[in-house]
């Protein structure tokens, strides 16, 4: 008896956080001044209200972790605190313009680049919202992308013009910084013009030691002959959730490399869609996750191959550790007409305890007839024979195994090519291996000095 009221307890509260969130997007819609995104708030808080947060498979409803994380008080308003004075997003030994987003909301510069027009969402134009807002997000049927985009508070707007090559990074730092648990709604738009390039850094990072969720959507538009680098980054604490996804729209020739580092959460899913409109266009996916204690980690990544001469690649490796659980789906879709596609996709696992799980799910579908497609996945463990080699070599145990875990994962670490985040990361990947690195109350990338040692400090 006491299990069936504390299933009817859960379904309760996440009815109630339903209702939270569209009376919050319902005031959103009445004081909204954009008249283009008046509409396409109320459309999205009509979808929403019909499939709550599943989606419309309700493939989400058996996934007993998020469910438990959709099991809590959350505020959908914080007040944003504008001083960041204490919080540093450096990296080491790398010029970059920094731009915060406090709360989903506020957004703060640190040292701008005058070739890219950055600026919160909310106070772009109709007219360029009209053309490229929700229009390849808005078939992600998702009861999430429908309440990010019925009641997103802000959020990252990036243009950069045809013909521009922006030689600095660019680092985007979504900062919570509310003393309470807190659900946030952020909406990012990235729109990279002809033959230009920009190298963008996304931190996901809080101040205090809340509970936080974190439903993040983002679409990126590369057009033809473009070069995008996408880095993004997860430490936040193992009490706290984020669902993020990424919708990627590729033109002719272009080229997005994009790159995932999941080292900390307690529950992160990470959803990426790509489509490949263009001939000739190419799409790079890497990723790396680690995962111990009761963590979930879901990667689920489609790409779509609507034009021929393409090429994706997607590489994924996690270590998983205690009880945790990481999933992989990933699907690549090859149209008719997409003759001449090169599609590749890798996962692999290692499961360090006999209860840590790892689910591999990688698919082809194909419906072109001249095509290189392959795809395989492995979960297994260390392997005792370079483990014995190594001790044998008069290497202690302890520092073997880290020597394989960091090699394991050096594959993706070695793809990076701008070397200050290749140090970086190679640092923090073997401080979470240590048990060194959980969530910094500074961002990811200046919570220790990789040149100096020095340990992060929570």
């Not at 243009?159 to 985007?172: A, C, F, M, R």
């Amino acid at each position: 008896m006491k299990k069936k009221d504390t299933k009817v307890s859960k379904y309760k509260r996440m009815v109630e956080l339903k209702n939270i969130l569209s009376d919050f997007a319902e005031k959103k819609i009445l004081k909204e001044t954009s008249s283009f995104l008046k509409t396409s708030r109320k459309k999205a808080l009509e979808e929403f209200n019909k499939i709550a947060f599943f989606n419309s498979n309700s493939a989400n409803l058996q996934n007993s972790k998020l469910n438990k994380f959709l099991d809590n008080d959350y505020s959908v308003e914080c007040s944003s605190d504008s001083d960041i004075s204490t919080f540093s997003c450096e990296l080491n030994y790398m010029d970059s313009a920094e731009y915060y987003l406090i709360n989903s909301d506020k957004l703060i510069s640190k040292g701008t680049n005058s070739q890219v027009t950055v600026k919160n969402i909310l106070e772009v134009d109709d007219d360029i919202l009209s053309k490229f807002f929700n229009k390849i997000a808005q078939n992600n049927a998702d009861g999430f992308s429908a309440i990010n985009t019925a009641a997103f508070t802000g959020g990252f707007f990036i243009q950069v013009p045809d013909n521009t090559n922006i030689e600095i990074p660019i680092q985007l730092i979504a900062l919570n910084n509310c003393d309470e648990n807190y659900f946030s709604n952020t909406r990012n738009l990235i729109i990279v013009g002809k033959n230009s390039n920009v190298k963008i850094i996304q931190c996901d990072d809080t101040i205090h030691n809340r509970d936080y969720f974190l439903n993040t959507l983002t679409e990126v538009y590369a057009a033809e002959n473009s070069h995008i680098e996408l880095y993004k980054m997860y430490n936040i604490s193992n009490a706290s959730a984020s669902i993020n996804s990424i919708i990627i729209n590729q033109e002719a020739n272009s080229l997005v490399k994009s790159f995932s580092f999941e080292l900390n959460a307690g529950l992160l899913q990470n959803n990426i869609v790509t489509n490949l409109k263009g001939e000739g266009a190419q799409s790079l996916s890497y990723g790396v996750y680690l995962t111990d204690k009761q963590q979930q980690t879901d990667n689920n990544l489609k790409i779509i191959h609507s034009a021929p001469h393409c090429l994706s690649e997607q590489v994924f490796k996690g270590i998983v550790d205690d009880t945790a659980h990481a999933v992989f789906n990933g699907l690549i879709v090859v149209d008719e007409i997409a003759q001449k596609t090169e599609a590749s996709q890798v996962n692999r696992n290692i499961l360090l305890t006999d209860k840590a799980r790892a689910t591999s799910k990688p698919f082809l579908e194909i419906y072109a007839d001249d095509v290189k497609c392959s795809h395989g996945a492995t979960v297994g463990q260390l392997d005792d024979n370079a483990l014995f080699y190594l001790q044998a070599r008069g290497i202690s145990f302890e520092k073997a195994r880290m020597l394989l875990l960091h090699a394991f994962v050096g594959e993706i670490i070695s793809k990076i090519k701008i070397d200050a985040i290749a140090v970086r990361i190679s640092d923090l990947v073997k401080k979470r291996l240590n048990g060194e690195l959980s969530d910094c109350k500074s961002c990811v990338l200046k919570c220790s000095d990789a040149q100096t040692n020095n340990t992060c400090k929570n």
